[in-house]
Nanobody, 127 residues
Framework: QVQLVEAGGGLVQAGGSLRLSCAAS????????VGWFRQGPGKEREFVAA????????YYSDSVKGRFTISRDNAKNTVLLQMSNMKPEDTAVYHC????????????????????WGQGTQVTVSS
């Protein structure tokens, strides 16, 4: 059984930093692309960042580009999301998700293409 478990959320002041982790069990993390999505209060779920299989490429939404960094810790079977210079609008529940390779698709910001989802971790940024 595949499980993804997020950790590292919390309360931070604007301008501060947090690091989220997504620990996988039941599959090698390098066998899937991993994305981070978030859903803020009263908002739709939105794409944040993704790392392709083996971490060959990374993608970011425009709203976090230059502030967030996605990376892999293969020894721990974990994907990390380093968030810096955080803003109140980053407040959301953050979910990591795993995506098997899809023939003919090189997009990583589409939630329904991800098969495995974690329960989420709350991130709150105060102004």
């Amino acid at each position: 059984q595949v499980q993804l478990v997020e950790a590292g959320g919390g309360l931070v002041q604007a301008g501060g930093s947090l690091r989220l982790s997504c620990a996988a069990s039941g599959l090698p993390i390098n066998s899937v692309a991993v994305g981070w999505f978030r859903q803020g209060p009263g908002k739709e779920r939105e794409f944040v960042a993704a790392s392709t299989k083996y971490g060959t490429s990374t993608y970011y939404s425009d709203s976090v580009k230059g502030r967030f960094t996605i990376s892999r810790d293969n020894a721990k079977n974990t994907v990390l999301l380093q968030m810096s210079n955080m803003k109140p609008e980053d407040t959301a529940v953050y979910h990591c998700a795993g995506r098997r390779p899809i023939y003919g698709s090189n997009t990583y910001d589409i939630a329904h293409e991800y098969s495995y989802w974690g329960q989420g971790t709350q991130v709150t940024v105060s102004s």
